[in-house]
């Protein structure tokens, strides 16, 4: 194991190692080190002494340990051996004295690169207590993320000198960054989680509001109680059906309506087509008026009425062209630090590159994005909303209501979503339909529920969906298919006005 910052081109000022600070080695007791000095990076080998010798004295301890630090934290690769041969015995339920710790590490061959038994039985003689311990587990994990700072400036020096895209570049920039900054969940027993899970049943009953973000459409809210942190959800459809109106206006109802910030990844429509939209939806101005410069006194004071809310909203809006993962995954972060954004779209998914990684088919590459997008949404703890695209073999079926197996593109896409809502107009298909103005949002797959289908109307001249007749049944109310916890029902409302 080589100094970590020797190969980074670490130039630090060398100094002797002071007296006194290795007095529990000996020339016999350890390998020899590389030099007589050391470079003047943040470590404390006392403090990794301490703590290897506390885990080889109390088996309580190493649960401590293993929730604050890593082998990889230790300054002295020496110690980093003794660390994870005491962590194999842990997990193999066996004790981890010097005793045991020394025949684990004869085992593997390592026993002379790390001292030998002498120097575990030294580290143990040199704990005070196992208190007096636990203040020497922080300072060890403090100088490891000291260390790794110093790792991730080099490692920025050497991005911003290289050739790649300055867009690449601040991504992979910010992602070096994160990865030091973040910290790993804590692992719950059940007990710790029951409180938290009686108190939101509690809720859920009690409550008159949406526990998640709210959608905007009254039955899918219900069916749903919002979209919850951690959730990916897919809304697909054939192109031209309304996929990005629907998230434009899942977007308002977050942002406009509950003050809860957003971010759009957009990069099939421009901002300025998207705030538009985002207008002719919230003022009810024709979207075409404003397009083609006809606006009318009416509709000028209908955008004066809704300009300041619209304005005030934190909706962030991103239309880069060309968007990989990479860049999504450090934007959403920054967003998240900054505003806490509570929730995320992209359109679409077909759009987007993974990165710098190849991939044998563009089949493995969706399943790759897909994977990490949920991996995202758990981080963030924010529902991320995917908008896909749907196969052509529903344009040469008789019944042209879309099904799970028409995701375009993805398998892992329907296994990763926990929530997936396919978008149908029949009027799309047939001018004369008589559902004409009408839209049905299958929920094909819901992870948390029940699936059902829900009418809405659809105003493409204002530019959005609308809840079909206020008042309506919700559909999951009906009974679920014996042995099918996904049965699909549909409403069928009464045709209303507008």
């Known amino acids: ?8 081109g670490y130039r630090g000022q060398p100094r002797q190692k002071p007296d006194g600070e290795n ?6 007791e350890l390998a020899p080190e590389p030099a007589s000095v050391i470079f003047d990076v943040p470590h404390d080998l006392a403090a990794e002494q301490t703590v290897l010798g506390a885990m080889m004295r109390s088996k309580d301890f190493i649960a401590d340990v293993v929730e604050t630090i890593q082998p990889a934290d230790y300054y002295r690769p020496a110690h980093e051996l003794i660390h994870s041969a005491i962590l194999s015995l842990y ?3 066996e004790p981890a004295d010097p005793i045991t710790t020394a025949a684990e590490l004869a085992k593997r061959g390592e026993l002379a ?4 038994a002498t120097y575990l039985h030294s580290l143990v003689n040199g704990v005070r207590s196992i208190a007096a ?16 700072l110093i790792e991730t400036a080099l490692r920025i020096d050497q991005l911003a000198h290289s050739e790649a895209p300055i867009d690449h570049v601040l991504a992979d ?11 790993q969940p804590a692992v719950d027993s059940l007990a710790d989680v029951m409180e938290g899970t009686l108190d939101e049943i509690e809720a859920i009953g009690t409550s008159q509001t949406i526990l998640g973000v709210p959608t905007g459409f009254e039955d899918l809210d219900k069916l749903t109680n919002g979209l919850r942190p951690g959730q990916l959800i897919v809304i697909a459809s054939r192109p031209a059906m309304g996929k990005s109106t629907l998230a434009l206006d899942i977007l308002r109802s977050s942002a406009i309506h509950h003050g809860l910030p957003a971010v759009l990844f957009s990069t099939e429509t421009g901002r300025n087509e998207v705030a538009m939209r985002l207008l002719s939806a919230e003022a009810r101005v024709p979207l075409h008026h404003m397009r083609s410069g006809n606006m009318t006194n009416d509709g000028w004071t209908r955008l004066a009425r809704r300009m300041p809310d619209v304005s005030e909203a934190l909706l962030f809006i991103d239309d880069a062209p060309k968007l990989t993962l990479t860049e999504i995954r450090s934007k959403c972060r920054r967003l998240k630090q900054r505003n806490d954004i509570k929730l995320a779209v992209i359109d679409y998914v077909q759009l987007l590159d993974y990165g710098h990684r190849r991939f ?10 897909s994977r990490h997008l949920k991996i995202l949404a758990r981080e963030l703890e924010i529902p991320i909303i995917a908008l896909s695209q749907l196969n052509r073999g529903i344009e040469h079926r008789t019944d042209k209501r879309p099904q799970l197996f028409d995701l375009r593109d993805s398998g892992t896409l329907e296994d990763d979503a926990d929530l997936v809502i396919l978008l149908h107009r029949e009027d799309a298909y047939e001018k004369e339909s008589p559902r ?4 049905d949002l299958i929920v094909a797959k819901h992870r948390a529920g029940p699936t059902a289908t829900i009418t809405v109307a659809f105003q493409g001249h204002y530019s959005r969906f609308v809840d079909f007749s206020p008042g309506t049944p919700v559909p999951h109310q009906q009974p679920a298919v014996p042995g099918n916890d996904e049965a699909t029902t549909s409403a069928q409302p009464e045709p209303a006005g507008e």
């Open 1 to 8: 194991m080589s100094d970590p910052f020797a190969h980074a």
């Open 23 to 28: 007095q529990k080695l000996s020339e016999n």
């Open 91 to 93: 997990a193999a339920g």
């Open 113 to 116: 690169r790390c001292g030998g």
């Open 133 to 148: 311990a636990g203040s020497m587990l922080d300072h060890v994990r403090e100088t490891a993320l000291r260390r790794r």
């Open 173 to 183: 920039c910010m992602a070096e960054i994160l990865a030091v900054t973040s910290q």
């Open 360 to 369: 044998q088919s563009r089949y493995e590459e969706i399943n790759e994005i």
């Open 436 to 439: 004409a103005g009408e839209a």
